[in-house]
């Protein structure tokens, strides 16, 4: 069962966050995926998204799209809303979208939204480098992982460069610390020559298994090898 391999490869807690090589990767895409996949075996899985950017602007209410998207997909009962700490309708680093951005209010979210679901799908922004807050002493995305206590999931492009993305973007994490539970890579083509090969060279150069390769407009997140 998916789930309780899933469980067997996290060392940290019942959670699990998706972080990515950059930006439009695939993180809200491949998130609902998984949370949809533990559903469908009667798992408990919900799902939070700490910070958006680039929300909505619907009669003047703003909408968090990923968390709408990943909430239709998943069948999730509960409010998109909700499942979002922090929500801005410029689609830029959060940094620059506030100033105000504080690690404990997500953390107590987190706690909170944690209390209703066995598992939790936690989604980053941007990359892993992502500044949340450069006032002062700067935050990045690392630390609010390493404050969740959570490990990682990389979703990554499967085409040209990712293979220089992914490879920083582990090399980043084991420096910070972070474990990482698997690599996916998102928009893969299994006929693409190309995309054979940066799986390969990927898991050769970093040490850590291509978990799931998704194709375009997957409907299910298909076979993760541990």
């Known amino acids: 069962m998916f789930y309780n391999v899933l469980m067997v ?18 993180k809200t895409f491949v998130s609902a995926l998984l949370v949809k996949k533990m559903r469908e075996q009667n798992v408990n899985c919900g799902y939070f998204k700490p910070v958006l950017s680039g929300a909505e602007n619907v009669g003047g209410k703003l909408v968090p799209g990923d968390a709408k998207h990943v909430v239709e997909t998943a069948k999730l009962s509960c409010v998109h809303e909700s499942c979002v700490s922090y929500m801005f309708e410029p689609a830029v680093s ?27 799908v936690v989604e980053g922004a941007g990359g ?7 006032s002062d002493t700067p935050i990045i995305m690392a630390d609010l992982i390493k404050l969740l206590g ?43 020559y190309m995309h054979q090969d940066n799986k390969l060279s990927i898991e050769k150069l970093t040490g850590i298994k291509v978990i799931a390769t998704v194709k375009q407009d997957a409907v299910d997140i298909g076979e993760i090898n541990w």
């Open 150 to 192: 959570l490990d990682i999931i990389i979703v990554a492009d499967a085409g040209l460069g990712t293979i220089n993305s992914t490879v920083l973007t582990v090399e980043f994490a084991k420096q910070k610390g972070i474990n990482i539970c698997g690599i996916i890579l998102n928009k893969f083509d299994s006929k693409n």
């Open 94 to 120: 959060p940094h620059l979208a506030s100033s105000d951005i504080k690690l404990e209010k997500i953390l107590a979210d987190y706690k909170s939204h944690s209390t209703m679901y066995d598992f939790i």
């Open 128 to 134: 892993i480098i992502c500044p949340l807050n450069l």
């Open 9 to 26: 490869n996290i060392k940290a807690s019942k959670g699990i966050f998706i972080t990515a090589t950059g930006t439009d990767v695939g």
